[in-house]
Antibody, heavy 119, light 110 residues
Framework: QVQLVESGGGVVQPGRSLRLSCAAS????????MHWVRQAPGKGLDWVAI????????YYADSVKGRFTISRDNSKNTLYLQMNSLRAEDAAVYYC????????????WGQGTLVTVSS | QSALTQPASVSGSPGQSITISCTGT?????????VSWYQQHPGIAPKLMIY???NRPSGVSNRFSGSKSGNTASLTISGLQAEDEADYYC??????????FGTGTKVTVL
């Protein structure tokens, strides 16, 4: 069965960097687009970025464009999110999510990893 | 990339039907049949309930149904049950090849 496990969250100072990982299993990772979605404490869902199955196409929310980079290693079945120049407003639970393949959206989600931005 | 507009809260008694609206523009909701809906219980990752406006994934109760008219999509929950109490979010693909979520709706079962 599909399993997505995020890691790499933690406490980081404003302006610093952090890299999140999402280990995928139970499906052919290299065949599906993957997303990052975040949720600030007590707030709603906020789409962050998507990467195509091959890694050739990437799109970002305006709020993170130029600061965050989504990438993937299909040989390791792993999705990444490199977050630079972190701001207080980036603090959230970050989820990775799998595209359905047959339509657009978020078919399966990981359990999330918490990023806290604080001095 | 403004969030899609949803009512903050909707409530109903067990057995009743409720409808949650999701209003956007013709750059997302109205322009594509790629609206999806997610259920989220506290502290748990969201779960896909409806995709491509009207379709239910395998395993999702047929009490959940989706529709769209113009720039507004809707999720209807019929035969409301206690376990349906959760937050619900709509989402749409956009003309910029990005995605946007709704503001979220808290469903309360009275």
């Amino acid at each position: 069965q599909v399993q997505l496990v995020e890691s790499g969250g933690g406490v980081v100072q404003p302006g610093r960097s952090l890299r999140l990982s999402c280990a995928a299993s139970g499906f052919t990772f290299s065949s599906y687009g993957m997303h990052w979605v975040r949720q600030a404490p007590g707030k709603g869902l906020d789409w962050v970025a998507i990467i195509s199955y091959s890694g050739s196409d990437k799109y970002y929310a305006d709020s993170v464009k130029g600061r965050f980079t989504i990438s993937r290693d299909n040989s390791k079945n792993t999705l990444y999110l490199q977050m630079n120049s972190l701001r207080a407003e980036d603090a959230a639970v970050y989820y990775c999510a799998k595209e359905p393949g047959y339509t657009y959206g978020f078919e399966r989600w990981g359990q999330g990893t918490l990023v806290t931005v604080s001095s | 990339q403004s969030a899609l507009t949803q009512p903050a809260s909707v409530s109903g008694s067990p057995g009743q039907s409720i409808t949650i609206s999701c209003t956007g523009t013709n750059s997302e909701v109205g322009g594509y049949n790629y609206v999806s809906w997610y259920q989220q219980h506290p502290g748990i990752a969201p779960k896909l309930m409806i995709y491509a406006v009207t379709n239910r994934p395998s395993g999702v109760s047929n009490r959940f149904s989706g529709s769209k008219s113009g720039n507004t999509a809707s999720l209807t929950i019929s035969g409301l049950q206690a376990e349906d109490e959760a937050d619900y979010y709509c989402s749409s693909y956009t003309s910029s090849s990005t995605y946007v979520f709704g503001t979220g709706t808290k469903v309360t079962v009275l």
